[in-house]
């Protein structure tokens, strides 16, 4: 173990195997609200190899020289949108909302510069929300940027919502009932009491959402992320959580029954009084989860 002030302004890092060099402005200064900036800000112990030195970080390194790079000159990397979905995980794992802002603008640039295939455009539905009863359903907004807007009560069962951002939009008690947002981002928005049953959200970006109250029941959720997100009482009877990633989540109060919870990370989650009665949690990460008061009669452990 060692101390901040025993390390050098040369930071090695070996990030799942592959070995970088930076140094701690670079890791502090342009995100200092970042996990990296909180790990080297002398606050906390980091873990070197006592032999060659290297801070481990137990993540994919592929992207991490494009992460490096932002932290060093603040520019996105030009990547293929597949690339930009899997450097946008890395980015909410190290919370680098920078980062990720950076990304959905030039995603949201690259679209305006294509033809869009949705059946409106941002202006529409801004034009649209105005009016006191707003529904969307079974139309093709797929890619839209729809961040930030006041979309409450909006009605979007059976619509195709790929890949649309949502990030930060108030979204309280819409409806998606059957829609199919594969790859969406909804990034801390506020969706309370949402109706998202039978949704496809198969690797959508739900970090930080307030989703208390809300219904997933019967929904695709292979692959989303939750980190942090608040699922207080939430339904979630039935939901597919194969692979989500949930760390940090609130899931106080939620009901979990009948849910697949394969590989699902739940570390230093919330399940207290969590309804997870007969599921099967083998495979499921809960290091460091609260459980107390949750129903876990006939689980599988």
Not at 56 to 69: E, Q, T
Not at 186 to 191: E, K, P, S
């Amino acid at each position: 173990m060692m101390r901040h002030s025993d390390l050098s302004s040369l930071i090695r890092l070996n990030i799942g195997g592959k070995k970088f060099c930076t140094t701690i402005d670079t890791l502090t200064c342009r995100e200092p609200d970042s996990m990296l900036a909180a790990m080297f800000s002398g606050r906390h112990t980091v873990c070197q190899d006592a032999e060659k030195g290297y801070v481990f970080v137990d993540r994919d390194g592929k992207h991490f020289r494009h992460i490096l790079n932002w932290l060093r000159d603040g520019v996105v990397p030009t990547l293929t949108d597949s690339d930009y979905s899997e450097l946008i995980r890395e980015a909410e794992y190290y919370q680098l909302l920078g980062l990720i802002e950076g990304i959905n603008s030039t995603l949201n640039k690259r679209k305006d510069d294509e033809d869009s295939c949705a059946e409106l455009t941002r202006t529409d539905i801004i034009k649209c929300i105005q009016s006191e009863r707003v529904r969307f359903r079974g139309i093709d907004l797929s890619a839209l940027d729809l961040s930030k807007l006041d979309l409450s009560s909006v009605d979007f069962s059976f619509a195709c919502l790929k890949n649309v951002f949502f990030s930060r939009a108030n979204l309280q008690c819409a409806k998606f009932q059957d829609v199919d947002a594969e790859g969406s981002i909804f990034h801390n928005a506020t969706l309370r009491e949402c109706e998202f049953t039978g949704a496809n959200l198969r690797g959508a970006l739900l970090a930080g959402a307030n989703l208390q109250s809300a219904n997933l029941q019967d929904a695709c959720l292979i692959g989303c992320s939750f980190c942090g997100a608040n699922l207080r009482s939430a339904h979630l009877q039935n939901a597919d959580l194969t692979d989500a990633n949930l760390e940090g989540a609130n899931l106080e109060g939620a009901n979990l029954k009948g849910a697949k919870l394969s590989n699902a990370n739940l570390k230093g989650a919330n399940l207290q009084r969590a309804y997870l009665r007969h599921v099967n949690l083998r495979d499921t990460h809960l290091e460091g989860a609260k459980l107390d008061g949750a129903n876990l009669l006939g689980a599988i452990r």
